[in-house]
């Protein structure tokens, strides 16, 4: 069974720029959560989404932007790049139903260096 | 709010001795406690969990955590270090606000040398 999928593995913009990152959740699982992993740190939660809802955000300006899909594939959506945005951009699903005790399945994440 | 601490930046040990990376929490309620694992440029792996009952939990690759509700600890153990174990450790605790968020600790460098 494929796992949690992300793209771009890698890409670089410029400050003021925009980015879109891609997630598709492992099959069946209808939750997607973002994280940021900052060079030297833990990963930094940034939203969780629910059966195309928003259920969770974190302390992100509003530059940060996420959607789900119907098929529970996500996005997530950065505007105006500023350097400190250059991270490890991590997706995670789970089933998301209150039968999870909270584990989540990462992808290899999308790196993400701003210029 | 949830937190953990991991107070080690970095562990060094030998290959073949036991080793111990040590985790702490702070939580209001019951703790939902993980570890995860990351290798170099990688996502991380789900490793353990601690949600209620038996007090040691086994994982994945031979690791096993150890909850202490008095000590508030959650340390991640394993009898016999492989050179492959040389990884990045996260532990975290599960939030409480209700939906699936994650609070991570800043991370444990496990080296294991020949």
């Known amino acids: 069974d494929a796992g949690v999928t992300q793209s771009p593995t890698h890409l670089i913009k410029t400050r003021g720029q925009h980015v879109t990152l891609r997630c598709s959740p492992i099959?069946?699982?209808?939750?997607v959560s973002w994280y940021q992993q900052v060079l030297g740190q833990g990963p930094q939660f940034i939203f969780q989404y629910y059966e195309k809802e928003e259920r969770g955000r974190g302390n992100f300006p509003d530059r940060f932007s996420a959607r789900q899909f119907p098929n529970y594939s996500s996005e997530l959506n950065v505007n105006a790049l500023l350097l400190g945005d250059s991270a490890l951009y991590l997706c995670?699903?789970?089933?998301?139903?209150?039968?999870?005790?909270?584990?989540?399945?990462f992808g290899e994440g999308s790196r993400l260096t701003v210029l | 709010a949830q937190s953990v601490a991991q107070p080690e930046d970095q562990v060094n040990v030998a290959e073949g001795n036991p080793l111990t990376v040590k985790c702490t929490y702070s939580v209001s309620g019951n703790p939902y406690l993980f570890w995860y694992v990351q290798y170099p440029n990688r996502g991380l792996q789900f490793l353990l969990k601690?949600?209620?009952?038996?007090?040691l939990v086994k994982g994945s690759y031979g690791f096993e955590a150890e909850f202490n509700k008095s000590q508030t600890s959650f340390h991640l153990k394993k009898p016999s270090a492989l050179v492959s174990d040389s990884a990045l450790y996260f532990c975290?605790?599960?939030?409480?606000?209700?939906?699936?968020?994650?609070?991570f600790g800043t991370g444990t460098r496990l080296l294991v040398s020949p």
């Open positions: 975290a605790v599960r939030d409480i606000t209700g939906f699936q968020k994650l609070v």
């Open positions: 995670a699903s789970s089933s998301g139903d209150t039968t999870n005790t909270g584990e989540l399945f």
């Open positions: 099959s069946g699982h209808k939750s």
């Open positions: 601690y949600i209620t009952g038996d007090n």
